[in-house]
């Protein structure tokens, strides 16, 4: 409960800081979108027949893998300078080296939601194994945010690595009122390539889709060095950003923009 309020807390501060951005020519965040796990319990069009009720040239941003100092401190900066939201699905090891990581993500506005505790492949052990990780994962990362090792995530936004969901897992989450989320199209970024090469992949690529939630790992040192010219793109083409959060998490303030 408390890691519920803080965050939203927080959810409030951004959206009074993307408001009075101090860019005139940010990209910025257009809106921020709800997301209830009851209606919308699985999306990405790469993994699921449902996505989230985006426009046309809307973009959700997502990172995976970390947090990673160094390297997540650069996606963060490039996300400021143009007073964008993005969410960040949490490796909960990766959150237990580095919760001061953890907390800097949150306390800057952005969404966080778990991403298994050590990144393995979930359809190989048995349901109740995999499930065990998937929690260990989230109570890391809750305890990195508010010092209480929880298995019932503030944010109720999961990422399943490598996409490899089983029925079962998907079953359990949604009694569990956890949304899983795929993605809608991404820049392949694990592929080894020039940050030149993966930002003309990538541009080409939304170009087709035209809009939906996009995959990026911010461990990715290619990819950290492509996003403030992905952005600039983004701001170029008239794309607009989607900053997505909980339900129980929209303020009254957001409501109004």
């Given at each position: 409960m408390l890691a519920a309020i803080a965050l939203a807390q927080v959810a409030l501060t951004a959206s009074a800081r993307a408001a009075d951005c101090p860019r005139k020519d940010a990209l910025g965040t257009s809106r921020v979108l709800e997301v209830d796990p009851a209606t919308y319990p699985r999306v990405g069009?790469?993994?699921?027949?449902?996505?989230?009720?985006?426009?046309?040239?809307?973009?959700v941003l997502t990172f995976d893998d970390g947090p990673t100092p160094g390297k997540t401190d650069k996606v963060l900066t490039a996300l400021a300078a143009e007073c964008v939201r993005a969410t960040f699905f949490m490796v909960g090891l990766n959150a237990t080296e580095y919760p001061d990581?953890?907390?800097?993500?949150?306390?800057?506005g952005h969404t966080i939601g778990y991403h298994s505790w050590d990144?393995?492949?979930?359809?190989?052990?048995?349901?109740?194994?995999?499930?065990?990780n998937i929690n260990r994962g989230i109570a890391a990362v809750e305890k990195a945010?508010?010092?209480?090792?929880?298995?019932?995530p503030s944010t109720p936004f999961f990422r399943f690595p490598y996409f490899e969901q089983t029925p079962q897992l998907l079953d359990r989450l949604q009694k569990?009122?956890?949304?899983?989320?795929?993605?809608?199209?991404?820049?392949?970024?694990?592929?080894?390539?020039?940050?030149?090469?993966?930002?003309?992949?990538?541009?080409?690529?939304?170009?087709?889709?035209?809009?939906?939630?996009?995959?990026l790992h911010d461990p990715q040192q290619r990819t950290d060095d492509m996003l403030p010219a992905f952005l600039r793109y983004l701001h170029d083409h008239n794309y607009r950003i989607v900053h997505i959060v909980p339900a129980s998490m929209k303020t009254v303030s957001e409501r109004t923009h």
């Open positions: 069009l790469k993994s699921f027949p449902q996505t989230l009720p985006l426009e046309d040239h809307e973009v990581m953890v907390r800097k993500v949150a306390r800057l990144h393995p492949h979930l359809n190989k052990p048995t349901t109740d194994e995999a499930e065990a945010l508010n010092g209480t090792a929880s298995t019932i569990r009122g956890i949304a899983v989320f795929g993605a809608d199209f991404w820049a392949s970024d694990w592929v080894k390539m020039t940050p030149e090469e993966e930002l003309k992949l990538l541009t080409g690529r939304l170009e087709v889709a035209r809009k939906g939630i996009l995959l």
